[in-house]
């Protein structure tokens, strides 16, 4: 546990240092839900709609966080501390070479946690957002899709060659689902024909799951989204563990 | 005397190329070992079997009588390593690094003390990435000591070191040898090996060309010098072909 926490401790503060996770998780959903909620404030999602826009959009803001940590971070950290020998170098000590990868894994799941709470009391004190679901359904829900993002980053990480290679993949990921599958640009003013597309998406159905359990409804619609998921995260998982690449 | 670490006919090729051919040492409690060769004579391979970051094709290892591969967890509490390309993330402090290395021993050295005996206390909270090559290089030393080992691995020694820093590191090392600490190193600076080194091994292409004791290496060549003997041993081929 000493490791643990002092490595936590180090890697937490080099990330910060780094500035670009607290960009682009932490500050960049933040923007969003404020343009947002200024642009369509508390409109109703839709004619006859019984909740507002803003809070149909707010289980697809949350995940802005778990996508730019999952799918861009990790894969990075990853691959960066393979080709610097940081992997090996562990291998070599009293402590599992595993456990950098927990340690980062954690750094990221806490930048999630703390947009996603920042997010929380921004919409619901400045924009008067009424949560309607439950909070363990969309909590588990969150979880799930932040367990899903992170098993494709490790599987990136993992397995590409370089840095260079992992950075290209990350961004081929990472930019079209932040922008397709509507956790910045709203599903639900897409045209009919990109939905279809978009659709293919695996973070478009984790946004279906926590937009139906922040707005309480029936989750009967969501058995599709939960397969597609658990098929990608199972997926990855294995890639990973099979073919995870130490130097 | 114990012997503390033991590698028994090491092999290994990549493809077809055979870079370690039948690799055998022993090294005894409180003596220090120098495995010399030209670069890319096979000596990184050779630690890098010798404490299973890479695989040999065949043969054994025993270092303080565990298995690297099998006891791992239990083997690297008592041994230190610095690597020849340090490893460490960008932007972390010296400090930083120290205390997470310390972090995962059961019982660590104080890194400041260490710190202070290398002469880098003052750097401590610089970020890594800026030290000079020499501070750099001590610094890696310095990680190398702090579990306390029974055990050293040092990888090119004192390349970056300045003739000063370099005695005072061959000092250093030499009363931790009194005290029982067993050295495995590499060097190019065939004054450090015979100031440091009880019995030294030279490899050509994978090969042992020599091993004995720095005298015995003289003794056995045409020359006074060890500088002249190690080059005669590792250019033999060159010489001959001249002739």
């Known amino acids: 546990m000493k490791a643990f926490r002092t490595m936590l401790k180090t890697e937490g503060k080099l990330s910060l240092r780094g500035m670009d996770m607290f960009l682009f998780a932490i500050c960049m959903p933040l923007v969003v839900l404020v ?10 999602a839709f004619e006859g709609a019984d909740y507002t826009f803003l809070e149909q959009s707010f289980g697809a803001l949350s995940t802005i966080a778990v996508c730019a940590g999952g799918v861009m971070g990790l894969p990075l950290v990853i691959s960066d501390y393979r080709s610097k020998g940081i992997l090996k170098r562990y291998q070599v ?8 990868l927990v340690v980062q894994v954690t750094i990221y799941m806490l930048y999630a946690f703390s947009s996603l709470v920042l997010l929380y009391t921004t919409a619901v004190i400045f924009f008067g957002m009424q949560f309607r679901g439950s909070y363990a359904c969309f909590l588990g829900g969150y979880l799930f899709v932040m367990i899903s993002m992170f098993s494709i980053g490790m599987m990136v990480g993992g397995i590409a060659p370089n840095t260079k290679i992992a950075s290209i993949i990350a961004s081929i990921l990472y930019f079209p689902m932040l922008i397709f599958s509507g956790a910045t640009i709203p599903y639900e003013v897409m045209p009919v024909t990109l939905r279809t597309v ?17 707005l309480g409804l029936p989750i009967s619609g969501m058995i ?10 199972v997926m990855c998982s ?6 995870f690449k130490w130097e | 005397m114990q012997e503390i670490i033991k590698a028994k006919k090491l092999m290994k090729s990549y493809g077809e190329q055979l870079v370690m051919d039948s690799f055998t040492v022993t090294v005894r409690r409180g003596t220090a070992f120098g495995l010399l060769g030209a670069n890319g004579a096979g000596k990184s391979t050779a630690i890098e079997c010798m404490l299973g970051t890479k695989k040999a094709d065949s043969g054994e290892v025993s270092i303080l009588g565990m298995n690297p591969i099998s006891d791992r967890k239990k083997l690297f509490e008592k041994v230190g390593i610095q690597f020849q390309e340090m490893n460490y993330q960008d932007n972390i402090t010296v400090a930083e690094l120290c205390e997470t290395v310390a ?8 890194p400041l003390d260490l710190l202070y005996q290398f002469d880098i206390m003052d750097k401590q909270n610089s970020p890594v990435k800026e030290l000079s090559g020499g501070q750099r290089q001590r610094l890696f030393i310095v990680l190398a000591l702090i579990p306390v080992p029974e055990v050293i691995f040092l990888d090119e020694l004192s ?3 300045d003739a000063a ?8 090392l030499s009363s931790l040898k009194e005290k029982g600490l067993t050295i495995f190193l590499t060097s190019h600076f065939m004054e450090e090996v015979e100031a440091l080194c009880d019995d030294i091994c030279i490899l050509k292409k994978g090969k042992t060309v020599f091993h004995g004791t720095v005298s015995e290496a003289i003794q056995s060549s045409p020359y006074e010098k060890f500088e002249e003997a190690y080059l005669w041993y590792t250019e033999e081929e060159r010489i001959d072909e001249s002739i």
Not at chain 1, 93 to 100: G, L
Not at chain 1, 238 to 243: F, Q, R, V
Not at chain 2, 103 to 110: Q, V
Not at chain 2, 165 to 172: D, E, G, T
């Open chain 1, 35 to 44: 343009i947002l909620g200024i642009l369509y404030g508390n409109r109703s």
């Open chain 1, 93 to 100: 000590t009293p402590v599992n070479p595993a456990m950098i």
């Open chain 1, 198 to 214: 978009v659709d293919i998406l695996p973070l478009t159905q984790g946004i279906k799951l926590l937009k139906a359990a922040s």
């Open chain 1, 224 to 233: 599709v989204p939960i397969i597609v998921m658990i098929t990608i995260t």
């Open chain 1, 238 to 243: 294995a890639i990973s563990l099979k073919y």
């Open chain 2, 103 to 110: 972090s995962l021993y059961k019982a660590a050295a104080e």
């Open chain 2, 159 to 161: 390349t970056g070191l």
């Open chain 2, 165 to 172: 820093a370099r005695r005072k590191v061959w000092k250093i």
